[in-house]
């Protein structure tokens, strides 16, 4: 007699394998919308959560405790939320420009060889199945067919995996083309721009003081693991997709129905143990970038260094970043061991076992709906199958999850690529975040620096009107200038007033000096007032250093211009540059390294005084309106100063001289006193002279303080004769 119990299991499975087609559709669409249901909420929670993180950061800023420090990175949030899928979309615009680009061409490919592999692999779980099912049924020729076909499979199959590796290399090579393109593009302007981005971001900004990490080493890393994260997630995802369905075709969608709720709760237990890696990438990036640029002031200030013994201290610097990046990479290196040990645990584990339990129902038990075998190699052979798409599936699901820890890396990466672009965008616009001294903060300074001068080109002269001269750190050196230059009139720049009165800092930013001639220049911004100046093109720069490019010697006298250009633009021969180097007296430096088309690290293979000449003869051959000179002539002689100058004046070009002791050549002085008070005057020839002999004099009697102090110790002390 059969139980109740029994009887009535009996009638409900009846009922259900009556009904289970409807029941299949419905647990199908319920199973779909889940997942799109979990997907969605999981992004407007992200979204929720960075418009909240925003606002905290906003607030941060507003209530001071942010400021303008210079430190905005620390406050880039690096999270997989909508604040980074806003910034990868912005940055896709730019490697994928179009859907005729190569960039999308290579997508359409790498994307068509995926659903290739994942064709393969399903057939390839189905014949897997059937050589275990032959061995089972001991069918020796159907064995060697099914064997001779796993052969020929891997003709495609290695095929397939060797192309996806090249696509996907391919693919971040094009990436990182277009964005170096942007960047460069951006960097150093483009159609005429002349916004000197690559200038003010190292001088202006406190954003980024390690460009170079960004541009070369950080886009890198972005380019890489965007080509990486398309494969790393579309191919699982295809997986999970053509695999479950496969499956839930031999084991019923009722398992796998159980499945991914089993799956889904266990990734929601790892999503939540799983450490904001992203962050942790991008606090190396930035680990990474201080070291290098503690090296790379090391090289540029070597010299100093030297002299003052200064080797200690920076080797306790460089090793004081070195240790503080070994330290944040041995600590994510802990929590990436016990991370990949709960994701190993749980993916593979865990997930396996579950997987398992899935593939044994159509052994056990009879599925409605699901043909099933009657004898043992047809049993073996489903289960083999399905266990073969099962291992696939989990494989692909944990590579899913897998990616969500490179998604992490890729955030981090991305946030340091839009804190790049955001920053030279900023620049260009002339908004700065820089570190300000403590008096910016006043009302009267706020609002000078909250100003914006105008600059109108002209066409010969230099005139400013009520323009204020102020440091990139805030401090106002001169509240309002106003000065007229014309052409042919030169003008002297001094540091302090005639009768020696002190400049309160040695530094030339503290007395106005330097940054007038920056202003000039188009480096810093104009707060206020009015300039009138010709077009950057009519200025030359000549500083005590001068830039020697690499490249050849002839390089050197045209920069920037290339050899094409010297012909084409300025219609200059190598004799007409021989002829200036003769004016410098520096032609025999031609026959000396061996011809024009040298090519040496000039910096290191010309004098002091030989880099200045050249300086001198780069101006002479480009020849423009106005000169500004900064002290460029401390390593010559004074024969080679009165060379330069009267020639200069021959040639038509105005001189803006920034201390020296030229004042016999000037016809206007512009002299400051570090207290924001300026006197701009004629320099008429007997007072240049007076002063001159004046400066002579003085100069001669603080020679003689030393002794007469000495003396006068003497005295006090009693030591002399004349002593009582």
């Known amino acids: 007699m059969i139980p109740p119990t029994a009887m009535k299991f009996k009638e409900f499975a009846a009922q259900y394998s009556r009904h289970r087609p409807v029941i299949q559709r419905v647990l199908t669409g319920a199973l779909t919308v ?8 999981g992004y407007t929670l992200a979204a929720k959560t960075s418009k909240s993180g925003g606002s905290s950061r906003k607030r941060a800023k507003d209530d001071g405790s942010g400021g303008k420090s210079g430190t905005s990175a620390k406050y880039v949030k690096v999270e997989v939320d909508a604040v980074f899928y806003e910034r990868l979309k912005r940055l896709l615009r730019i490697v994928i420009p179009g859907i005729k680009s190569t960039e999308a061409m290579l997508l359409i490919m ?25 061995l089972v049924r001991a069918q020796g020729r159907q064995f060697l067919w099914n064997i001779a076909h796993w052969l020929l499979v891997a003709i495609p199959a290695t095929y397939t995996n060797s192309m996806l590796t090249f696509i996907q290399n391919k693919l971040a090579m094009a990436y990182r083309t277009r964005l170096t393109k942007e960047v460069m593009s951006m960097y150093f302007g483009e159609d005429g721009e002349n916004d000197k981005v690559f200038y003010k971001m190292a001088n202006l900004d406190d954003r980024i003081k390690n460009a170079d990490q960004l541009i070369t080493v950080d886009l890198q890393r972005f380019s890489s693991h965007l080509a990486e994260i398309y494969s790393n997630l579309a191919k699982p995802l295809l997986d999970v997709l053509l695999y479950n369905y496969s499956l839930s075709r031999n084991v019923g969608v009722e398992g796998m129905v159980l499945l991914t709720l089993l799956v889904q709760g266990s990734a929601t237990l790892l999503r939540f143990l799983t450490p904001p890696f992203g962050k942790y990438a991008a606090q190396e990036a930035a680990l990474t970038g201080s070291l290098r640029h503690s090296h790379s002031r090391l090289v540029d200030a070597s010299e100093e260094v030297a002299f003052y013994g200064g080797e200690e201290t920076e080797k306790y610097l460089i090793e004081r970043d070195y240790h503080g990046l070994v330290k944040h990479i041995n600590r994510l290196l802990r929590m990436r061991l016990w991370h990949g040990i709960v994701e190993e645990g749980i993916i ?104 914006r001068g105008t600059v109108i080109e002209s066409k010969d002269d230099i005139e400013l009107i009520d323009v204020p001269i102020v440091s990139p750190n805030g401090d106002i050196l001169v509240r309002k200038l106003s ?21 309160i800092e040695t530094s030339t930013h503290r007395c106005g000096k330097s940054s007038l001639v920056r202003i000039l220049g188009g480096l810093w911004p104009v707060y ?109 002689d004074f024969e080679i100063e ?44 007997e007072k240049r002279l007076a002063l001159q002999e004046e400066k002579q004099a003085l100069e001669t009697k603080l020679l003689e303080v030393p002794k007469m102090r000495a003396r006068l110790s003497e005295l006090k002390a009693g030591r002399s004769p004349i002593s009582p």
């Open 110 to 134: 790498h994307s068509t060889f995926l659903v290739f592999r994942t064709m393969l692999s399903l057939y390839v779980a189905d014949l897997d199945g059937r050589i275990v099912a032959s």
């Open 642 to 685: 009165r060379i330069m100058f009267e020639y200069a004046t021959e040639r038509g070009i105005t001189l803006l001289t920034s201390g020296g002791s030229t004042s016999r050549y000037h016809h206007m002085i512009l002299q400051f006193d570090g207290q924001g008070n300026y006197v701009f005057t004629k320099l008429e020839a």
């Open 34 to 41: 889940y997942i799109v249901g979990t997907t969605y909420y």
């Open 483 to 503: 000065m007229h230059i014309k052409p042919g009139v030169y003008l002297m720049l001094l540091s302090n007033m005639p009768l020696l009165i002190p400049c």
């Open 348 to 451: 593979k584990w865990l997930w396996g076992a579950f997987g398992l339990g899935i593939c044994a129902i159509p052994v056990f038990f009879k599925i409605p709906g699901v043909a099933g075998a009657n004898d043992l190699g047809g049993r073996t052979e489903g289960f083999i199958t399905n266990r073969r798409l099962l291992l696939s599936s989990s494989d692909a699901f944990g590579r899913v999850m897998y990616s969500y820890k490179e998604l992490s890396e890729l955030a981090g990466y991305t946030a340091r690529m839009s804190l790049l672009f955001d920053t030279m965008a900023d620049v260009k616009k002339g908004k700065f975040e820089k570190a300000l001294v403590s008096s910016a903060s006043t009302e009267e300074n706020a609002k000078v620096l909250q100003g």
């Open 528 to 636: 206020g007032g009015t300039i009138r100046k010709p077009p950057m093109r009519n200025f030359t720069y000549i500083p005590q250093r001068p830039y020697l490019s690499l490249g050849t010697l002839r390089d050197q006298l045209t920069y920037p211009h290339t050899h094409a250009e010297m012909r084409r633009v300025r219609g200059v021969t190598d004799k007409d540059l021989l002829r200036v180097l003769a004016v410098v007296q520096l032609d025999h430096i031609v026959e000396r390294e061996g011809g024009w088309d040298t090519v040496r690290d000039w910096k290191d293979a010309l004098s002091g005084g030989d880099k200045q000449r050249i300086a001198m003869a780069r101006l002479f051959y480009h020849e423009p309106k106005y000169a500004i000179l900064d002290e460029c002539t401390s390593a010559v």
